[in-house]
């Protein structure tokens, strides 16, 4: 199948190889442009970027689809199908329909659950049980077209986002290929009005710790915010990024370092597993506190 392949971040990459390794022709990749990176600061094409040009694909970056000239540019490509995932881009209609079967989606949830940008993130932080990913056909509302094909995963309880993302990932590779053979013969299921959760875009200032919480919402913020931004909080008047954690027993002043790394909250106590101080590498537990004088209480 002729298609276009549209993705940006390193999400996207294991789809892209996926598709390549079936044998699809890929007649053009839409990823972000180049950003600037490194001490140097110069442009750095991103993961996807980087991978297309590795696999002698043809890329393209613009900075928007919305011109006539770039939209005529894609529909000259005639595409069977576009594969989209985690692009960054809007996608204006004429996009939306220019190949013969459409803007199949990539997502990274259950849905209706958890549409937009961050269903990784939201589904951990606010306790899921499971998760998963859906195959669906595009339309010009965010995350509301009709699903091709969906598939369950439980999240793990000590599971963070980086460790949730790329098994997600790889799900989301197998399934595309999947519905690409398959995509005469499915049905796409319109989502349900019920049940619909957004996954709002993570904001810095969700990052910073509140110890009054109970355990379980300071585990999951934890867990969710890993590896980035990283949930923080104030230790010896240092901004330590808590990486990975689990609830423990124990109680005591939110706060209240208990023993090693195990940290009293409003209601029980949180174990931190992997934790990083300002301009180090991530550690874990063992190695962060040799060297570090623990002080009695966190903020």
Known sequence: MRLVFMGSPDFSVPVLEALVEAGHEVAAVYCQPPRPAGRGKKDRPGPVHARAEALGLKV????????????????????????????????????????????????????????????????????????????????????????????????????????????????????????????PDLTPVPQPDEGVTYAHKIDKAEAQIDWTRPAIEVDRLIRGLSPFPGAKCDMGGEQVKLLASRSADGAGAPGQVLDGLT?????????????????????EAQDFLRGFDMPAMVK
């Open 60 to 183: 393209r970056h613009p900075v928007s689809l919305k011109g006539a000239d770039e939209q005529a540019a894609f529909a000259a490509l005639n595409a069977d199908v576009a594969v989209v995932v985690a692009y960054g881009l809007i996608l204006p209609q004429a996009v939306l329909d220019a190949p013969k079967h459409g803007c199949l989606n990539i997502h990274a949830s259950l849905l209706p659950r958890w549409r937009g940008a961050a269903p990784i993130h939201r589904a951990i932080m606010a306790g899921d049980a499971e998760t998963g990913v859906c195959i669906m056909r595009m339309e010009a509302g965010l995350d509301t077209g009709p699903v091709l094909l969906r598939e369950a995963t439980p999240i793990g309880a000590e599971e963070t986002t980086a460790g949730l993302h790329d098994r997600l990932s790889a799900m989301g590779a197998r399934l595309i290929v999947q519905a690409l053979d398959r995509l």
């Open 263 to 283: 940290i009293a909250c409003g209601d029980g106590a949180v174990e931190v597993l992997r934790a990083q101080r300002p301009g180090k590498r991530a550690m």
